[in-house]
């Protein structure tokens, strides 16, 4: 079986203190050593060559990073982190689909329709190994063949039911008539529900808390949304905050089993979406980089059908950070 050095790319953790930091990085090997980090962090002095961020939700770190040259996202990731951050963006844009330039590599970039401006990268490293890294993902049809498929896993258990599931579009329109209060992420499943409804037709006003405006209005532009009054208009949310609306309906926009009323609407492939995804890219190698314990049993899962799988668990491969040394020998003198 052929092992990681065949394909000339090396997963790698970086420990940071007690704790790894988050997901991955990717050591090449040429004339020169190369770090790519893969939405994961920096402490002060950065051990990655540049920093590839799929996606502006929290869990893959772009607010951690935003403050570096060497990151890399999608001009509405940019535009995204900042507004959830208030923070400036420092790093490189790119419009999504533009080929961009790093190391002499040219990465290619693919939308994933996870949430606005979520990228997939892919690029050939020096030896000829398609890499492909997705983030998560929403659609994988435009997505190329590749070697190395480095995943999310979100829904990747194959015994759990709630892994399956379709979008309930249909019955989240028909609700919308009743003036409802929907729960959903502020970012990605937000700007989605506005979208569905607008090109349903519905052109009422419809309501957000703050940070859920903010970002539709930079994103997508709506005229016709506001921020919350209290009345009984049709709201969209955060979960956390439906329960202070005072709308009679109330359903969360999600396939997670934990909330009490929802409608079906999920920012991510299901299981079989994602095996659908695996067989169209053609891997030889996956890393199944994002979705805990789920993770580990998709990993299973794909080896039982022959893929050479691994999940973050599995990288053996964990560096020290730097920044730690220098500060445990300011520490010693
Ligand atoms: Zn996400």
Redo the contacts with the bound molecule.
Sequence with gaps: MKEFIDFGVLPIRVSSRRSLRPHLSLIFRAESKITVGIDTTEGRTPINDFLLI????R??YGHRVMKFEHTIASRETAKALEIISRESFRGRCFEIGDEITENGWKIRTYETF??PG?TAFYWKNDIGTRILVT??VKEFKELPKCDLLIT?A?YGDPQDPSCYFEDDVEGFLNVSDESPAFGAYPF?KAQRAVRLLRESGFSDIIQMDGLSFSLTRAIIGDEEIELLKDDESLKIVSPKELKRVRNRKKFVLSAQKFYRSTITLS??ADFRNLLLMIERCDPELVILY?GGRRAERMRDYLRNSGYFAISLKDVNTIIGDPNDLVEGISRDI
Excluded: F, I, K, R
Aim: charged fraction near 25%.
């Design positions: 799929t996606h502006a939700h869990d893959h996870h949430t979520s983030g998560d999310e979100t990605g920012d991510h994002h």
